[in-house]
């Protein structure tokens, strides 16, 4: 099976681009991964070193597929999709054409076991930034799975808007959901009693695994991504539905 794991949430800051690091770092011990990063800052490809253009402005200015893709490993490669978040809409339709899919479809098409996008932004079938490369790859890969992973932070609120938002996207596009993750819970124990309370609820709704993962500050830096063994549980959910499918 080949599967497209979608790393969703309705907040930034909530770790979406640590655990898609960390979970395509896992992977890629075994399997062949493709990390997009969708968001319009380009974390995840800054945390990895990686300053190219993006894909929209490169094709813009016609340069080379150097100025948004990068071998990190052996089995693990990145592909930066935006430039700018101040010029990106219009750099966006500027390229919507043969050229772009042509050029997609170059990066995309490498027989990847797994395809982790890492979304900045909301998720979103009216967001053409968002939708559009997700809709070019429905139709041109159909025989990859499409999954998801929710994640929120540890604020209670935040948690049920996060739920409803979680849903509300699998019910739209019929997303396969593999987790929903609590992350960043802190080491006090009125907030942990909180929380187990809440994912003893939301595994009882939900129809997929429910995880918690500690506030780590080492990872709040951007450090030691490849070796957490807490960060590594997102990638072992995915391992095992694979060998499983």
């Not at 052996?74 to 390229?95: G, I």
Request: charged share 25%; with cysteine; net charge neutral.
């Amino acid at each position: 099976m080949k599967l497209r794991i979608g790393f969703i949430g309705i907040k930034g800051g909530v770790g979406k681009t640590t655990l898609a690091l960390s979970t395509a770092f896992y992977l890629s011990r075994k399997y062949k991964v493709l990390y997009i990063d969708k968001d319009l800052l380009s974390l995840g490809s800054l945390i990895l070193g990686f300053n190219g253009v993006g894909f929209h402005k490169a094709l813009a200015d016609d340069l080379d597929k150097g100025q948004y893709e990068k071998r990190i490993n052996d089995n693990f490669t990145l592909f930066k999709v935006f430039s700018s978040p101040v010029s990106e809409t219009k750099l966006h339709e500027v390229v919507r054409n043969d050229k772009l899919t042509k050029a997609y479809l170059d990066v995309v098409n490498r027989n990847y076991d797994v395809i982790i996008v890492d979304y900045g932004r909301i998720f979103s079938i009216s967001d053409p930034l968002v939708y559009d490369e997700y809709e070019l790859f429905r139709i041109h890969f159909p025989e990859y799975a499409i999954a998801g992973i929710g994640i929120t932070d540890a604020v209670l609120d935040d948690i049920l808007s996060s739920v409803e938002y979680f849903e509300n996207i699998r019910k739209k596009i019929g997303f396969k959901p593999l987790a929903f993750v609590i992350n960043m819970v802190p080491q006090i124990d009125y907030v942990q009693k909180e929380i187990a309370e809440e994912v003893k609820r939301l595994r009882q709704a939900l129809p997929c695994e429910v995880v918690t993962i500690p506030f780590i500050e080492e990872v709040m830096q951007y450090n030691n991504l490849r070796n957490r063994e807490e960060m590594q549980i997102i990638g072992k959910i995915i391992e095992k539905y694979l060998v499983k499918s």
